[in-house]
Nanobody
Framework: QVQLQESGPGLVNPSQTLSLTCTVS??????????WSWIRQPPGKGLEWIGY???????YYSPSLKSRTSISRDTSKNQFTLQLSSVTPEDTAVYYC????????????WGQGTQVTVSS
């Protein structure tokens, strides 16, 4: 059974960097053809894809967030991390990590999500 668990601060000050970690169990983040994503849902809005880190370690980001986003991984801990810089209240959302198989359009495993509020 694959499980993903987000962790990180629930409150971030404006202009600071949001940092979240997804801890994966039941599978390795280096397993061939799996892509490990960050997705968020602002209040009252739909899901927004932020980016992913591939099994190979390569990362790809949403064009709208690319300038502020970095996704990295720690294979020894089987974790991957999101950093979103220069946050504003518009970055307030529930943040999810999820797994997708290469070539698939759907995510097969999700974390439970973590609320992040950007406020002073």
């Amino acid at each position: 059974q694959v499980q993903l668990q987000e962790s990180g601060p629930g409150l971030v000050n404006p202009s600071q960097t949001l940092s979240l970690t997804c801890t994966v169990s039941g599978d390795s983040i280096t397993t061939y053809n799996y892509y490990w994503s960050w997705i968020r849902q602002p209040p009252g809005k739909g899901l927004e894809w932020i980016g992913y880190i591939a099994y190979s370690g390569g990362a790809y980001y949403s064009p709208s967030l690319k300038s502020r986003t970095s996704i990295s991984r720690d294979t020894s801990k089987n974790q991957f991390t999101l950093q979103l810089s220069s946050v504003t209240p518009e970055d307030t959302a529930v943040y999810y990590c999820a797994r997708r198989v290469g070539g698939a359009t759907l995510y097969d495993y999700w974390g439970q999500g973590t609320q992040v509020t950007v406020s002073s």
